[in-house]
């Protein structure tokens, strides 16, 4: 029981008050307690001891007192009744029968306590199966008693004289009432031991809880840890591509673009490491370097966003109605949802001669547009007559829309992505907020 308690200590955390208020309630066992809950079998020894102590004491008081002999089935039933009392606890009904056998009906043990091994053995039916099944027991062995009393009343008047008028009465009251004490006792430490055994159960199943939590927790951490390397990684990849390759057409008919290409495309890196850093910093313990204390970027980023793609070669249209959001979360959504349609169509959508981004805050949503015309109704990518086909989008190939479903499914939005009738490719996202926008339209055109 011991060992039940402390796993409960273990267990329970201080966030479920409940639990830590039936704790408390559990007083700490002392270390005798604590010694005797560790080692039940020096219970069961220590009680049939005492009470067989107790026992030949009152039977040598009498013998001294009153010239009284012991006789040979007094010693055995003493005997018998000792040892029955050492498996209590292993077999609580049988050593009842036993004690009741040898104290009541093969011989009345009226001269010596014995007779009140019956409400120990009733004690351990109580606590240890049941108050119910030991009530039951208390009321049968209470019947034996009574009926062997009667049955042997001949023989102990004339071994002991007749009984006055109150004698069997008083004797019968007294039995009765150790039986009732000992079904009482035995229901208290029934009790107690299944209020252990409820609140053990129930702080197993909170610890179990709380793993399944930290579980749960762990699997979204590294969902959105892989969401961000993936948007990071693709999107910065594809404008060094992007940027690599123009920079090698470029490198012969004019020097300075190329320039201008190459100086891009180490910001991009740099730009990419720094924001890997910031994402795997929660991994790790530089916490408090300076790349993890950037702030997330946001809504008012995706300018410099768009600005990266159009070195990269992509004819950007950048529109934007309406406020920010309060929330810094919705505001990195919407940039990386842009960032990840951009990426596609600087890698699928080839020879477009036109990208439209449009982010419109709403009263009750921010509306994020993105689409391109470098694809036919088909799905089929139109190519420049200068590049070589490329190959045709893919609905929901890879993570990158997996990913922005994702982002807009924790706001209770949606995301709409599919060729156009006219030709092209268009992502639609909708995520709801409460931000309502009355900035003017504003507009930067490739």
Same mark, same amino acid.
């Given at each position: 029981?011991? !060992?039940?308690?402390?796993? /409960?200590?273990?267990?329970?955390?201080?966030?479920?008050?409940?639990? #830590?208020?039936?704790?408390?309630?559990?007083?700490?066992?002392?270390?005798?307690?604590?010694?005797?809950?560790?080692?039940?079998?020096?219970?069961?020894?220590?009680?049939?001891?005492?009470?067989?102590? /107790?026992?030949?004491?009152? &039977?040598?008081?009498?013998?001294?007192?009153?010239?009284?002999?012991?006789?040979?089935?007094?010693? +055995?039933? /003493?005997? $018998?009744?000792?040892?029955?009392?050492?498996?209590?606890?292993?077999?609580?009904?049988?050593?009842?029968?036993?004690? =009741?056998?040898?104290?009541?009906?093969?011989?009345?043990?009226?001269?010596?306590?014995?007779?009140?091994?019956?409400?120990?053995?009733?004690?351990?039916?109580?606590?240890?199966?049941?108050?119910?099944?030991?009530?039951?027991?208390?009321?049968?062995?209470? +019947?034996?008693?009574?009926?062997?009393?009667? %049955?042997?009343?001949?023989?102990?008047?004339?071994?002991?004289?007749?009984?006055?008028?109150?004698?069997?009465?008083?004797?019968?009251?007294?039995?009765?009432?150790?039986?009732?004490?000992?079904?009482?006792?035995?229901?208290?430490?029934?009790?107690?031991?299944?209020?252990?055994?409820?609140?053990? !159960?129930?702080?197993?199943?909170? +610890?179990?809880?709380?793993?399944?939590?930290?579980?749960?927790?762990?699997?979204?951490?590294?969902?959105?840890?892989?969401?961000?390397?993936?948007?990071?990684?693709?999107?910065?990849?594809?404008?060094?591509?992007?940027?690599? @390759?123009?920079?090698?057409?470029?490198?012969?008919?004019?020097?300075?673009?190329?320039?201008?290409?190459?100086?891009? &495309?180490?910001?991009? $890196?740099?730009?990419?490491?720094?924001?890997?850093?910031? =994402?795997?910093?929660? &991994?790790?313990?530089?916490?408090?370097?300076?790349?993890?204390?950037?702030? *997330?970027?946001?809504? !008012? @980023?995706?300018?410099?966003? #768009?600005?990266?793609?159009?070195?990269?070669?992509?004819?950007?249209?950048?529109? =934007?109605?309406?406020?920010?959001?309060?929330?810094?979360?919705?505001? %990195? *959504?919407?940039?990386?949802?842009?960032?990840?349609?951009?990426?596609?169509?600087?890698?699928?959508?080839?020879?477009?001669?036109?990208?439209?981004?449009?982010?419109?805050?709403?009263?009750?949503?921010?509306?994020?547009?993105?689409?391109?015309?470098?694809?036919?109704?088909?799905?089929?990518?139109?190519? +420049?007559?200068?590049?070589?086909?490329?190959?045709?989008?893919?609905?929901?190939?890879?993570?990158?829309?997996?990913?922005?479903?994702?982002?807009?499914?924790?706001?209770?939005?949606? /995301?709409?992505? $599919?060729?156009?009738?006219?030709?092209?490719?268009?992502?639609?996202?909708?995520?709801?907020?409460?931000?309502?926008?009355?900035?003017?339209?504003?507009?930067?055109?490739?």
């Amino acid at each position: 029981m011991a !060992e039940r308690a402390r796993t /409960i200590g273990r267990a329970t955390s201080p966030a479920d008050g409940r639990a #830590v208020s039936d704790l408390s309630a559990v007083p700490a066992p002392g270390p005798l307690r604590r010694v005797f809950a560790a080692r039940p079998w020096l219970v069961d020894i220590s009680v049939s001891l005492v009470f067989t102590t /107790i026992v030949v004491a009152t &039977l040598v008081s009498d013998v001294i007192a009153e010239g009284t002999t012991v006789t040979p089935w007094q010693v +055995a039933s /003493i005997g $018998g009744t000792a040892i029955a009392l050492l498996f209590r606890r292993r077999a609580p009904i049988t050593v009842l029968v036993v004690v =009741v056998v040898l104290t009541t009906v093969l011989g009345f043990s009226a001269e010596s306590n014995l007779v009140l091994a019956v409400p120990i053995a009733l004690y351990a039916v109580a606590a240890f199966r049941s108050p119910l099944v030991g009530w039951i027991a208390a009321a049968i062995a209470f +019947a034996v008693t009574v009926a062997s009393l009667f %049955l042997w009343l001949p023989i102990l008047s004339d071994r002991l004289g007749a009984p006055q008028a109150f004698d069997i009465p008083i004797v019968l009251l007294t039995i009765a009432m150790a039986d009732v004490v000992g079904v009482l006792l035995g229901t208290n430490t029934w009790q107690r031991t299944e209020r252990v055994r409820v609140l053990t !159960e129930r702080a197993e199943h909170l +610890a179990r809880e709380r793993d399944s939590r930290a579980r749960f927790a762990a699997l979204a951490e590294r969902s959105r840890i892989a969401r961000e390397m993936h948007d990071v990684v693709a999107h910065s990849l594809s404008v060094m591509i992007a940027l690599a @390759d123009g920079a090698s057409a470029s490198m012969e008919r004019d020097p300075a673009s190329a320039r201008r290409a190459l100086d891009r &495309l180490s910001d991009t $890196g740099r730009d990419a490491l720094r924001d890997m850093r910031q =994402v795997l910093s929660v &991994l790790g313990d530089d916490s408090d370097e300076p790349e993890s204390l950037r702030p *997330a970027p946001g809504r !008012e @980023d995706v300018a410099e966003l #768009v600005d990266r793609f159009r070195d990269a070669g992509l004819p950007v249209r950048y529109t =934007v109605r309406g406020a920010s959001t309060p929330d810094p979360q919705v505001d %990195l *959504a919407v940039y990386r949802i842009v960032q990840e349609a951009l990426t596609n169509a600087l890698r699928y959508a080839a020879g477009a001669r036109h990208v439209e981004v449009e982010v419109d805050a709403r009263a009750d949503a921010t509306v994020v547009t993105v689409a391109d015309d470098g694809g036919r109704a088909d799905g089929t990518v139109a190519a +420049a007559p200068s590049e070589p086909p490329r190959k045709p989008q893919q609905v929901g190939a890879g993570r990158g829309l997996i990913g922005m479903r994702e982002r807009a499914a924790v706001f209770g939005g949606t /995301i709409e992505a $599919g060729p156009l009738a006219t030709g092209g490719w268009r992502v639609r996202a909708e995520l709801p907020n409460a931000t309502s926008g009355t900035a003017e339209p504003r507009s930067t055109d490739g």
